[in-house]
């Protein structure tokens, strides 16, 4: 099943019922949700230390559709992979076999271990975020699925813990101890704004993003470079991070993240700290700052600041944080020297996956063939480049009877 972004969603609901009735028979319950992707605007590596991110749902999504079964047997067909798994609820599966799995598994274990469901089910899951360049292609999954058998099952599960246990799948289940962001902002991201989040008290805002009226466009770019270092350099960093908690909370107690540090504070303590814990450190600092500047930017329509503050990021994240690598940089920097360009970043984790670009609309078709051209030339590949016009938010498609 291909769908573009443009897709409209009645077609989309029609396709999932022919599908849902010839795998899992007639059904009296069922329902159809979808869950956006997400692209990071500014503030990357700063969810895990209490600190401030920018994220904007996409529009490419994960669709779930969920029907109700008499027995306790769970069946989740993914349309995607063509791949079907079958079990008990709540009977130890072995190691997941397939890539997806895990994502789903986990949040099926994660819902009956709090005795949300009350029975089996049959799972149809189809996305079109692209898979492994950053854009929370798990994240949606995983919200999809719990937002789908809540909206079947019609427990109470409140937002915030819907998205906890989400997160928490990342961590037990799939073995990557992340940040909050993602799965906060597939939940709870909302169309035509972006989301200003606290990710120590999670208090949030939907900050519009008013991309036509302002005549501009996100352009997310893939590198196409597979993130094969991303989880391994992620533990470090968190690592890093965390040593430098330790070290600093010796001289100021009130430390218990990144997120409490200053400038002056990190300036003041310096000569405690070996030098790449000195960059690690000063970055996620910057970019907290940073984050709350382009908050104020974006709401006060001050779009090249933004952009600014988009490449001071990417800046940041190359030098200090490094985290960014040579395919990233150049478009990065390919971007930069493109027209009516305001500002372009690496996005999410690094090490591959996707850039941001800030782009007025008019020079959108110059920036796609000036990026295409130019990678291309230098990589022997081209990359793939996403116009971001309007952007989706979670929504019940369908829901029967
Ligand atoms: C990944 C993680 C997020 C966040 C980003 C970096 O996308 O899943 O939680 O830490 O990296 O900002």
Same mark, same amino acid.
């Given at each position: 099943?291909? !769908?573009?972004?443009?897709?409209?969603?009645?077609?989309?609901?029609?396709?999932?019922?022919?599908?849902?009735?010839?795998?899992?028979?007639?059904?009296? @319950?069922?329902? =159809?949700?979808?869950?956006?992707?997400?692209?990071?605007?500014?503030?990357?590596?700063?969810?895990?230390?209490?600190?401030?991110?920018?994220? $904007? !749902? =996409?529009?490419?999504?994960?669709? +779930?559709?969920?029907?109700?079964?008499?027995?306790?047997?769970?069946?989740?067909?993914?349309?995607?992979?063509?791949?079907?798994?079958?079990?008990?609820?709540?009977?130890?599966?072995?190691?997941?076999?397939?890539?997806?799995? &895990?994502? *789903?598994?986990?949040?099926?274990?994660?819902?009956?271990?709090?005795?949300?469901?009350?029975?089996?089910?049959?799972?149809?899951?189809?996305?079109?975020?692209?898979?492994?360049?950053?854009?929370?292609?798990?994240?949606?999954?995983?919200?999809?699925? +719990?937002?789908?058998?809540?909206?079947?099952?019609?427990?109470?599960?409140?937002?915030?813990?819907?998205?906890?246990?989400?997160?928490?799948?990342?961590?037990?289940?799939?073995?990557?101890?992340?940040?909050?962001?993602?799965?906060?902002?597939?939940?709870?991201?909302? @169309?035509?704004?972006?989301?200003?989040?606290?990710?120590?008290?999670?208090?949030?805002?939907?900050?519009?993003?008013?991309l036509s009226e302002a005549g501009l466009a =996100?352009?997310?770019?893939?590198? %196409?470079?597979?993130?094969?270092?991303?989880?391994?350099k992620y533990s470090e960093r968190l690592l890093?991070?965390? %040593? +430098?908690?330790?070290?600093?909370?010796?001289?100021?107690?009130?430390?218990?993240?990144?997120?409490?540090? &200053?400038?002056?504070?990190?300036?003041?303590?310096?000569?405690?700290?070996?030098?790449? *814990? /000195?960059? @690690?450190?000063?970055?996620?600092?910057?970019?907290? /700052?940073?984050?709350?500047?382009?908050?104020?930017?974006?709401?006060?329509?001050?779009?090249?600041?933004?952009?600014? *503050?988009?490449?001071?990021?990417?800046?940041?994240?190359? !030098?200090?944080?490094?985290?960014?690598?040579?395919?990233?940089?150049?478009?990065?920097?390919? $971007? /930069?020297?493109?027209?009516?360009?305001?500002?372009?970043?690496? !996005?999410?984790?690094?090490?591959?996956?996707?850039?941001?670009?800030?782009?007025?609309?008019? $020079?959108?078709?110059?920036?796609?063939?000036?990026?295409?051209?130019?990678?291309?030339?230098?990589?022997?590949?081209?990359?793939h480049v996403y116009i971001l016009r309007q952007?989706?938010?979670?929504?019940?498609?369908?829901?029967?009877?």
């Amino acid at each position: 099943m291909e !769908t573009r972004p443009g897709t409209r969603p009645g077609i989309l609901v029609r396709r999932f019922h022919t599908i849902l009735r010839k795998r899992f028979g007639d059904y009296s @319950r069922g329902v =159809i949700v979808r869950a956006p992707g997400r692209v990071n605007l500014i503030g990357d590596h700063t969810d895990y230390n209490d600190g401030f991110v920018l994220p $904007a !749902t =996409i529009d490419r999504d994960v669709y +779930v559709g969920v029907v109700e079964r008499e027995d306790n047997r769970v069946q989740i067909y993914s349309l995607n992979f063509r791949d079907e798994i079958e079990y008990e609820l709540g009977r130890q599966r072995g190691a997941p076999v397939s890539s997806w799995e &895990s994502y *789903l598994t986990g949040a099926v274990e994660e819902l009956r271990s709090r005795d949300l469901l009350p029975g089996g089910f049959g799972m149809l899951v189809y996305g079109n975020v692209p898979l492994g360049a950053g854009l929370s292609s798990s994240a949606a999954l995983e919200v999809a699925a +719990v937002y789908g058998l809540q909206s079947l099952f019609g427990f109470e599960l409140p937002p915030v813990e819907a998205i906890r246990l989400s997160q928490q799948v990342e961590h037990r289940y799939v073995g990557v101890q992340c940040g909050i962001m993602d799965q906060f902002a597939s939940y709870m991201g909302r @169309r035509g704004h972006a989301l200003f989040l606290d990710c120590r008290t999670l208090e949030h805002e939907h900050v519009p993003l008013p991309l036509s009226e302002a005549g501009l466009a =996100i352009a997310i770019v893939d590198s %196409r470079v597979a993130r094969e270092l991303a989880r391994s350099k992620y533990s470090e960093r968190l690592l890093e991070c965390d %040593r +430098v908690v330790q070290t600093l909370q010796k001289v100021e107690p009130s430390v218990t993240a990144l997120r409490d540090v &200053s400038s002056a504070m990190l300036q003041e303590h310096r000569s405690l700290l070996e030098e790449t *814990l /000195q960059r @690690r450190a000063r970055h996620v600092v910057d970019e907290n /700052q940073r984050v709350q500047r382009a908050r104020d930017a974006l709401l006060s329509g001050s779009y090249e600041l933004f952009g600014r *503050l988009m490449n001071e990021s990417h800046e940041s994240l190359r !030098t200090l944080y490094e985290v960014s690598i040579s395919e990233l940089d150049h478009l990065v920097e390919a $971007a /930069q020297n493109s027209p009516g360009v305001l500002g372009a970043r690496m !996005t999410g984790g690094g090490f591959g996956g996707c850039t941001v670009n800030l782009v007025r609309r008019n $020079a959108v078709a110059e920036f796609e063939r000036h990026v295409m051209t130019t990678y291309a030339a230098e990589f022997g590949r081209e990359p793939h480049v996403y116009i971001l016009r309007q952007n989706h938010q979670m929504e019940l498609l369908h829901s029967e009877p």
